[in-house]
């Protein structure tokens, strides 16, 4: 027969229609994603302190702790995904598919093409098209135009124009096609009838790849037959041995893969998925077809339609695989398995009867089998085409007739889709519920029930349907739902053994070995927490961020970490970092900070930017600030505000700013009155550390009263200093606190010293210093001097600056900043105040810190306006009670004319100084 030739096809669409289907299909074949199913990591945070900053007073030392975020990722099991935009492609590769089939089968001869009509007609019936529901519930209008308007076409070319090409044909057609649903979508009254019609014609296409692996049942063992034939041609070998035993192992491997399908398999024979050998049998089959074209086997196909027939199923065949792993139709999967292992069981065997027993003389004579190889097609030949059909039916009744059962599942499911996509609740319920009791091996169809119900409002009923899928066909996220279900309602017993049966069930899963951690460590298991998540393999990423967090909040801290790859574990790595007084890698900085870019969750975000933040000794904080300003007036961080906030506070007490921090933490406690406790107590301790202990002492008391209740000895200690001794007396009897040892002995060196600390800001310079010229012990001399340079170097002569400063330097180390500035202190000489800045590790700010009087000093001399002077020691003596900042305050004050304010701050300031000494400083002249 000559071959028919058409301009239009080629080869080049049916081999990307093949290629695209090939790529997507395998895809999900050999990595196996589960693609409907929604089950992903949700983030929570918990507090990690951190020492921020050590204050060391003498014998008096305590930490500066600030808040890190630790986070903890918990999977959750969401509604199935719906993949609007796939359906609606895989609709249309529908239409365009079935109209080229209907052009190919009008070429047929008469009663092939009225077998084709039939079986057309069978899928139209099965495909549930009465479900559009025109003009009556469940009426025959839908089908009958369906089977007018596809056969129009098919019939007046088989009739009139059979040899009419093939582009003609398949336009017409198509062109009908278009019209017979353009005509049902505008009569139909349901629901986005589109979505029914894309959803059904699944049903279509899963038919005609049925009818395309039964076409080559054999195609493997035929095609490979060939191949040997051709390979051992003239060379005398004994082809039968080859092919027996080939043959014998390929029966093996797929028979095997029939018993794992039925769930014993042979466990020293591999198996995979059977949908994997598509592409062999479709290439063996393309092979197979060629070879059969050579014989004219019979007239009433033509080679270049068989050929069309041949790509058109191998590439509807590997979409169908595509779309029903994308929407997690699993009895149509199971369907097309069984069917496609019993093919290959029944065909392929019967062939190798068929060889065998035709042309077993022939095998090993060397000559050119293949062209007799299917000569004559007659009785032989149809004897192995029914045999095999005999075959599939017995491997039928072997595996209990599952096959019926799959198709009544299937189709319940793709009308439950449609339902489930178009948000008919209560319907999609039934649809699912009833294909899950029908066929167990539904993983979609229980997942989706139980979300359904749970939209429904029938949380009850759900877990009921989930206790149910867990005891009959577990599956992954239906135990992860139930577990939190179980966590809601108090019961975490009964979450935590329902995750450790579920993690035997599924050893590998990420979700439940996470979920089962993190209900460890809230019910204080934390060792059996971390033993599961050391245990996860390290591709997990999720369980090593989790890890770390765990460790950390566990109070593990020496432990070696692998560089984390995502925000996550940047946040959980920067506490890490922090926990151990360590400043973090600049390449773990900048990932964060590229990540945070990335970020689209708020709550990561926020996070991130506070651990970033908590690095002592920064650059100026404004632009910073104003990052942080700027996320608290977006819409999607108001439930982070207050973190927001409180991330500002720290940014700026990291850059030295600590009035706007003692300013804010008190706006913080007001604020937000449950968190107040801590809020106050963090402003104590900055307080303290600056020295201040009277304030710092009542803002302790004020967190003590707000429910703060973590008092350690130090906090006993501030509060002696800060001159609250029946406070503190009461709060080491409630909580069993010690006697640091020089409170017993003020005579000592180290109560003298704390006594100088104590009335610091409040005592003159010259007084201070002589009182340090009294100590004899070294370190803590060293200790006072560097205080006295911080906080009264602007009082002090050069003489006196230069004894201290070689103090610092002789017990502490050379600074050359602290040198520097000892060879001049000036404080209206910009090198000199830049040294003493240095020397500080501060930036360019002189008044970010009010307990710094000498910059406070410096800043209000290089002022030249009166105001600004004023407003700059005002802002300052709102803390410190430096005496000569306040009588410079009071000078200034009345050189503008504010004698009240100059007099009320005079009536301050004999709360501490005395009478002769106030009166002598407002003689001083600076």
Do not use: C
């Not at 089950?39 to 921020?52: A, S, V």
């Not at 009542?698 to 006993?716: D, I, P, V």
């Not at 008044?847 to 030249?864: D, E, F, H, K, R």
């Amino acid at each position: 027969m000559q071959k028919a030739k058409s301009p239009f096809l080629g080869y080049f669409p049916a081999l990307l229609f093949i290629l695209l289907g090939g790529l997507f299909s395998y895809y999900y074949l050999i990595f196996d994603p589960v693609a409907y199913r929604v089950l992903l990591p949700g983030y929570f945070l918990d507090r990690l302190p951190i020492p921020f900053d050590w204050a060391s007073i003498g014998p008096l030392s305590f930490p500066v702790l600030i808040d890190n975020f630790l986070v903890f990722q918990e999977f959750q099991s969401f509604a199935p995904r719906i993949p609007y935009l796939e359906n609606e492609i895989f609709g249309i590769l529908a239409g365009i598919s079935v109209s080229f089939f209907l052009a190919i089968i009008s070429s047929f001869k008469k009663w092939h093409f009225l077998a084709a009509g039939i079986a057309w007609i069978i899928l139209l019936v099965f495909s549930n098209l009465n479900g559009l529901n025109i003009n009556g519930i469940n009426s025959n209008y839908p089908l009958i135009i369906s089977i007018i308007g596809t056969l129009a076409g098919p019939v007046f070319f088989h009739l009139e124009g059979k040899n009419r090409p093939l582009l003609l044909r398949w336009i017409v057609i198509l062109t009908l096609v278009i019209g017979t649903t353009a005509t049902l979508l505008s009569a139909s009254p349901i629901p986005s009838p589109n979505v029914f019609l894309a959803e059904h014609s699944f049903i279509i296409l899963l038919g005609l790849s049925i009818a395309w692996i039964f076409w080559n049942g054999h195609a493997i063992l035929s095609g490979t037959y060939i191949l040997l034939t051709r390979a051992n041609k003239n060379l005398g070998l004994r082809v039968s041995i080859q092919f027996l035993v080939i043959g014998l192992l390929y029966l093996l491997l797929v028979f095997n893969m029939l018993l794992d399908l039925t769930g014993l398999p042979i466990s020293w024979i591999p198996t995979f998925h059977p949908l994997i050998l598509v592409i062999p049998v479709g290439l063996m089959g393309w092979l197979v077809l060629r070879v059969k074209s050579k014989n004219d086997l019979d007239p009433s196909f033509n080679l270049f339609s068989l050929e069309s027939l041949h790509l058109l199923g191998f590439g509807i065949t590997l979409w169908v695989i595509w779309k029903l792993k994308l929407v997690g139709n699993q009895p149509a999967e199971e369907l097309l398995k069984h069917l496609f292992t019993y093919s290959q069981i029944g065909f392929s065997a019967f062939f190798m009867v068929y060889v065998f027993s035709n042309f077993f003389t022939l095998m090993d004579s060397g000559k050119d089998v293949e062209r007799v190889l299917f000569k004559p097609y007659s009785l032989p030949y149809y004897h192995l085409r029914l045999g095999g059909l005999i075959a599939m039916l017995v491997l039928t009744t072997y595996a209990d007739g599952i096959i019926g059962v799959q198709v009544n599942a299937l189709s319940n499911q793709v009308l439950g889709d449609y339902y489930y996509e178009t948000d008919q609740k209560l319907e999609a319920s039934i649809l699912y519920e009833n294909a899950w009791f029908r066929y167990r091996n539904n993983p979609k169809a229980k997942n989706a029930l139980a979300h359904l119900l749970l939209e429904m409002k029938q949380p009850s009923l759900a877990k009921s349907h989930l206790e149910q899928s867990f005891s009959e066909a577990p599956q992954e996220d239906n135990i992860v739902l139930l577990a939190d279900r179980y966590h809601q309602e108090q019961k975490m017993f009964q979450a935590i053994t329902t995750l450790e049966q579920g993690l035997s069930f599924f050893p590998k899963s990420e979700a439940i070995r996470n979920n089962l951690a993190l209900f460890y460590t809230k019910s204080n298991r934390p060792e059996d927490a971390k033993k599961l998540l050391e245990e996860a393999p390290s591709n997990q990423l999720v369980s090593k961020n989790n890890l770390l967090a765990t460790q950390l909040k566990s109070g593990q801290l020496d432990m070696e970490t692998e560089q984390p790859k995502d925000l996550p574990g940047f946040i959980n790595e920067l506490a890490h970092q922090h926990a151990l007084g360590n400043f973090p890698l600049e390449k773990l900085i900048e990932s964060t900070e590229k990540a945070i870019q990335e970020s689209d969750t708020p709550l990561l975000t926020q996070a991130a930017l506070r651990n970033l933040f908590s690095v002592l000794d920064q650059p100026s904080p404004d632009e910073d600030l104003a990052l942080l300003d700027s996320l608290w007036q977006q819409e999607e961080m108001n439930p982070y505000i207050m973190s927001l906030q409180e991330t500002a506070v720290i940014r700026s007490l990291s850059a030295g700013r600590v009035g706007d921090v003692i300013k804010n933490l008190n706006g913080l406690a007001f604020r937000n009155p449950g968190d107040a406790g801590y809020f106050l107590h963090l402003s104590s301790t900055i307080l303290a550390q600056q020295l201040d202990f009277k304030k710092a002492g009542t803002e302790l008391l004020a967190a003590r009263e707000k429910g703060f209740q973590a008092f350690s000895n130090y906090h006993w200690e501030l509060l002696v200093l800060g001159g609250f001794e029946q406070e503190a007396e009461e709060i080491r009897l409630e909580y069993s606190l010690d006697f640091p040892a020089w409170i017993q002995n003020l005579d000592s060196e180290e109560g003298i010293y704390l006594q100088i600390i104590e009335k610091l800001y409040e005592s003159l310079p010259e007084k201070l210093f002589e009182e340090w010229e009294g100590l004899t012990n070294e370190m803590l001399k060293a200790d006072l001097a560097a205080k006295l340079l911080k906080a009264k170097s602007h009082g002090l002569n050069p003489k006196q600056i230069q004894e201290l400063a070689e103090m610092v330097q002789k017990i502490f180390g050379e600074n050359e900043h602290l040198r520097e500035f000892s060879q001049n202190p000036d404080f209206q000489n910009q090198e000199s105040v830049q040294a003493f800045l240095n020397w500080l590790d501060l930036g360019d700010e002189l008044t970010g810190n009010p307990y710094y009087s000498p910059l406070i000093w410096s800043a209000q001399l290089i002022q030249s306006d009166p105001l600004v002077q004023y407003e700059i020691l005002n802002a300052a003596t709102e803390f410190n009670r430096d005496p000569l900042l306040w009588i410079k305050k009071v000078q200034v004050a009345r050189q503008i004319g504010l004698s009240n304010y100059a007099s009320d701050a005079l009536g301050k300031m004999s709360e501490w100084i005395d009478e002769e000494t106030l009166y002598q400083l407002q003689l001083r002249k600076f």
